[in-house]
């Protein structure tokens, strides 16, 4: 018997979010879909959708609907963190994430997947990636029953979005590819509806503990 998903998201507007809930909507298993945040995701339907608006910095604002949820997935993120102060960054990459990770495994969530980034490392000199490595020891510490974390180098969306230095990079990092092989795979650029769908596609799989994947590992769920 195909066991049936239960799935709450917190970031379903973002660009990768958007590509996550595209897939659910086509999954048979999919049995409810809970969507919260700022704003609701325009144009989809299922049967079991339900958009919640909440405060993302008030895990009371949303607590309530997380009941019966199996699993919880966070794609929440600035999209360019040059353009935001360290204290916003921090705000939102990291402590808003942990505070809707802290609510799921409170209301009993055993599954909990994180769209993070290459290079996450607690001890980083990189204010970037140290900030994304503390998230991920703070979700470690949930001890949640299977923790998957998601680590993409650069994200190609299909347009530009945020002006001339994304328009070059989603024009040159592509021609790298030849030259990120072997353990330098995992710095290839990922295609955003590549990446949404191995997000989605990985609440399959009846697994336990922590997992971290890459570049490989979505290209093989995805496929």
Request: aromatic share 8%; glycine share 10%.
């Amino acid at each position: 018997m195909t066991r049936k998903l239960n799935i709450v998201m917190l970031g379903a507007t973002g660009a990768v979010g958007t590509e996550v809930v595209s897939t659910f909507i086509t999954m048979p298993e999919l049995a409810s879909l809970t969507l919260l945040g700022r704003r609701e995701v325009e144009g989809i339907s299922h049967d079991g959708l339900h958009q919640y608006k909440a405060d993302i910095f008030d895990s009371a604002s949303y607590i309530m609907h997380l009941q019966g949820h199996d699993t919880a997935i966070c794609t929440l993120g600035v999209g360019e963190p040059s353009k935001v102060s360290r204290e916003d960054f921090v705000r939102i990459d990291k402590l808003a994430v942990l505070d809707f990770a802290t609510a799921c495994r409170t209301a009993g969530v055993r599954h909990f997947q994180l769209l993070g980034s290459i290079g996450s490392d607690a001890n980083s000199r990189s204010f970037f990636l140290r900030t994304k490595g503390e998230l991920e020891e703070g979700l470690k510490a949930l001890a949640f029953e299977r923790l998957s974390i998601f680590q993409p180098s650069m994200i190609l969306t299909p347009e530009n979005r945020y002006g001339l230095t994304q328009a070059l990079t989603l024009w040159g990092w592509p021609k790298l590819n030849f030259l990120l092989t072997g353990s330098r795979t995992k710095y290839r650029g990922i295609k955003i509806a590549t990446l949404g769908r191995a997000i989605a596609l990985n609440t399959r799989a009846g697994k336990s503990g922590v997992e971290t994947l890459r570049w490989d590992d979505f290209q093989a769920l995805a496929n």
